[in-house]
């Protein structure tokens, strides 16, 4: 049975703050498949913020390129957001995301919510002044 279980979430102030979310997989191996983080923003649409295809390369939101970094440890089967510099309207649920259908390049540049076919519970980022 295919799981996601986001942890790592938590309340940090502006600029200074900095968080690592973890995304511990079971049932799939994270390096075969397109993996994502996204966030839904209180009011807003889901939105992708970084994504990591099996070649582990790399793709970025324009609003969190710089400050974010996605990565993952196959032997430990997670994938990690790490996020420096944080901003209010980072504030957000962040959700990862799996799915073994989703080509390498569009992996990186079609992201597209409705295309994951496994979705973890969510872990929420509160950021203050």
């Known amino acids: 049975q295919v799981q996601l279980v986001e942890s790592g979430g938590g309340s940090v102030q502006v600029q200074d703050g900095s968080l690592r979310l973890s995304c511990k997989a079971s049932g799939f191996t994270v390096s075969g498949y397109c993996m994502a983080w996204f966030r839904q923003r209180p009011g807003k649409q889901r939105e992708g913020v970084a994504t990591?295809?099996?070649?582990?390369?790399?793709n970025y939101a324009p609003s969190v390129e710089g400050r974010f970094s996605i990565s993952r440890n196959n032997g430990l089967n997670t994938m990690y957001l790490s996020m420096e510099k944080l901003k209010l309207e980072d504030t957000a649920m962040y959700y990862c995301?799996?799915?073994?259908?989703?080509?390498?390049?569009?992996?990186?540049?079609?992201?597209?919510?409705?295309?994951?076919?496994?979705w973890g519970q969510g872990t929420q980022v509160n950021v203050s002044a």
């Open positions: 995301a799996a799915d073994p259908t989703i080509s390498d390049s569009d992996c990186l540049h079609r992201l597209d919510v409705t295309r994951f076919a496994y």
């Open positions: 990591i295809d099996r070649d582990t390369l790399l």
